[in-house]
T-cell receptor
Framework: DSGVTQTPKHLITATGQRVTLRCSPRSGDLSVYWYQQSLDQGLQFLIQYYNGEERAKGNILERFSAQQFPDLHSELNLSSLELGDSALYFC????????????FGQGTRLTVV | DQQVKQNSPSLSVQEGRISILNCDYTNSMFDYFLWYKKYPAEGPTFLISISSIKDKNEDGRFTVFLNKSAKHLSLHIVPSQPGDSAVYFCAAPGGNTPLVFGKGTRLSVIA
C-alpha cells in the first residue's frame, strides 16, 4: 500500500459527460501529480500541484482541469468526454517537487462508451 | 519526442537467471533516474533510483547501472524470480515535467 488513495477505482460513463477523479496523497506529501496511461502507452504526465499551487503542466487537454485543496487532496475533472479519453488515470504524490520518487495510487480506470 | 526510451516491449527470462532491462535517454540534463515496477491493476511502485554522480546502485537483487556518455541505463535482476514478472518503467525528472516515463518493458520470468 503506497498510502495514495484514488477514488473511484472504476468509472463508466457516456461520451459528452463530465467526471471527477479524486486523489488523497500520502500523509505529509505536498506534491500531487496526475498521469494518464492509455492502451499500450507509457505514463503521460498531465499536471502537478505543489501545496495548492499548479507547479507543472504536461499534455493536458483543455477539457481537463485539476485542483489541489487546502487539505492537499486533489481532483481531476474531465469534461466533454470522448471515447479516446478511456484510460487509466494515476495520481502520485511526493514530499518535494523535484528529483524524488513519487508514490502512485492504484489508479482509476475510466471507460467512455 | 520521447526523452526516455525503452526499446524492448517485452523480455522473457528463466527463473534463477539474470534479467537485464534497458533504457536510453536523450536529454543530457537528466541527472536522476528511477525504475518503477507495475503489476496489473496496480499503480507503479518505486523500485530503485540512481543519481548521475554514481554509475551503479544496488539494492538486494536489483542493480541499476548508468552510462552517462552513452545516455543509457540498465536494471539487472539477479536471480530472477516468478514474482518479478511485471512491467518495468524507466523514468527521469525532466525540466518542466516531474517524471518522464518510458513506455515500459514487460518482464516474464518463467519457472
Amino acid at each position: 500500500d503506497s498510502g495514495v488513495t484514488q477514488t473511484p477505482k472504476h468509472l463508466i460513463t457516456a461520451t459528452g459527460q463530465r467526471v471527477t477523479l479524486r486523489c488523497s496523497p500520502r500523509s505529509g506529501d505536498l506534491s500531487v501529480y496526475w498521469y494518464q496511461q492509455s492502451l499500450d502507452q507509457g505514463l503521460q504526465f498531465l499536471i502537478q500541484y505543489y501545496n495548492g499551487e499548479e507547479r507543472a503542466k504536461g499534455n493536458i487537454l483543455e477539457r481537463f482541469s485539476a485542483q489541489q485543496f487546502p487539505d492537499l487532496h486533489s481532483e481531476l475533472n474531465l469534461s466533454s468526454l470522448e471515447l479516446g479519453d478511456s484510460a487509466l488515470y494515476f495520481c502520485a504524490s511526493s514530499v518535494v517537487s523535484v528529483n524524488t520518487e513519487a508514490f502512485f495510487g492504484q489508479g482509476t480506470r475510466l471507460t467512455v462508451v | 519526442d520521447q526523452q526516455v526510451k525503452q526499446n524492448s516491449p517485452s523480455l522473457s527470462v528463466q527463473e534463477g537467471r539474470i534479467s537485464i532491462l534497458n533504457c536510453d535517454y536523450t536529454n543530457s540534463m537528466f541527472d536522476y533516474f528511477l525504475w518503477y515496477k507495475k503489476y496489473p491493476a496496480e499503480g507503479p511502485t518505486f523500485l530503485i533510483s540512481i543519481s548521475s554522480i554514481k554509475d551503479k546502485n544496488e539494492d538486494g537483487r536489483f542493480t541499476v547501472f548508468l552510462n552517462k556518455s552513452a545516455k543509457h541505463l540498465s536494471l539487472h535482476i539477479v536471480p530472477s524470480q516468478p514474482g518479478d514478472s511485471a512491467v518495468y518503467f524507466c523514468a527521469a525528472p525532466g525540466g518542466n515535467t516531474p517524471l518522464v516515463f518510458g513506455k515500459g518493458t514487460r518482464l516474464s520470468v518463467i519457472a
